[in-house]
């Protein structure tokens, strides 16, 4: 494929995530019915500005988001579902914060001299 560009933004979200029991006996006494379990999720948005010639990589950006809810053993699933959408949302918030920050300096850096207040490429202040 040929983009049509000079520079293209590439991103991932990695979500790993886990459960554990914060209170084995309460489980077992109640059926698994009150919550025992604990799931943690945390995500980590990365980006990198590739030059689509060369393959320079002009920048990085990253942010990170930690989420946990309780659980207990009917809804171990959708407790980790529930804490994956709300830390890949507030990781991929982070994410776009960084990625003005991470493009206006390099705008300053490898852009036009007036690419440096951001009117040059199209970014608003």
């Not at 942010?63 to 830390?87: G, M, P, V």
């Not at 890949?88 to 440096?116: D, K, M």
Request: proline share 5%.
């Amino acid at each position: 494929a040929h983009p049509q560009t000079d520079t293209l933004l590439l991103y991932t979200l990695e979500t790993p995530f886990e459960t554990d029991t914060v209170v084995p006996v309460l489980g077992t006494i109640t059926l698994g019915v009150l919550p025992s379990k604990e799931a943690r999720v945390t995500c980590t948005a990365s980006a990198a500005f590739i030059d689509t010639g060369t393959g320079y990589v002009y920048g990085l950006a990253e942010a990170t988001a930690d989420e946990t809810q309780l659980a207990n053993h009917w809804t171990t699933e959708d407790a980790i579902d529930q804490s994956r959408r709300r830390a890949e949302t507030a990781a991929f918030g982070g994410l776009v914060g960084e990625l003005g920050r991470v493009w206006g300096s390099i705008a300053a850096r490898y852009g036009p001299p007036s690419a440096a207040d951001g009117r040059a490429v199209g970014l608003a202040k």
